[in-house]
C-alpha cells in the first residue's frame, strides 16, 4: 500500500497514522524527519539540505524528490509507505508521480481526513498540555472551565501559544488553502478517500481499513 495521508491540525493524522503502520507493516515518512535525519548522517543529499536549512531557504522540490526516493528504497518500505507532509503543492505532485513511475510504482491511495474548520478550531483550541510531562488533553469548554491536573503526575496544564484560537483559525486556513488543489488533483486520478474525520477514533479506523481492503480486493481486476 502506497499512501498519501492528508489531513488540517487536529485531525487525528498522528493516530491514524500509528493504526495504518500497525495494520500494513509500511513506514510513515515524514518529510519533516526525513530531512532531519539526513543531515544527521552527513550523506551527500544531506550536506545539500543542510545548505538550504542554514541559510533558512525552502529545500527545493527536486532534492526533496531525491531523498523521498532515496528512503523508499530502503527496505522497509519495499511494501508500500505512508508519506505524511509531501506533496504539499500540485507541481510536487506531479513530480512525486514522475518519481514513482521510474520506480514502477504509484500512488494507491490518498486519504483525507475531513474535519470542518469550526470542529478543528473546537479541537484545537481546548488542547492543554501538561507543564511536567507534556502530556496533551482535550477537553470540552465546561471541562476547561476548572482545569483539572495531570493524570499521571499532578502537573499543571497550560494551553500552547500554537493552539490559541485565533492562531488554530490561522494554521488551519493555511492548510485548507495549500490542500484544496491536491484534493482536486487526487481526485480527478480516482484516488481520494475522503473520510468522515468528525467520527470516533475507532470508526475513523474502521473506515480506512475497509476502504483500503476494498481497493486491495480491486487492484487484480483494474
Ligand atoms: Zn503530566
Redesign the pocket.
Known sequence: MNLILFGAPGAGKGTQTGSLIETYHIPAIATGDILRAQRRAGSALGEQVKGYMDRGELVPDTLMIDIIRTRLQEPDARNGFILDGFPRTVAQAEALDAMLDQLGRRVDAVIYLRVSRQVLIDRLSHRYC?R??G?VYTFTPQQARDLPR?T??G?ELYQRPDDRPEIVAHRIDVFLTHTAPLIDYYSAQHKLENIDGQMSVDEVRADITRRLSALRKGAGSR
Open positions: 501538561c511536567t510531562c502530556a495531570c499521571t503526575d502537573g
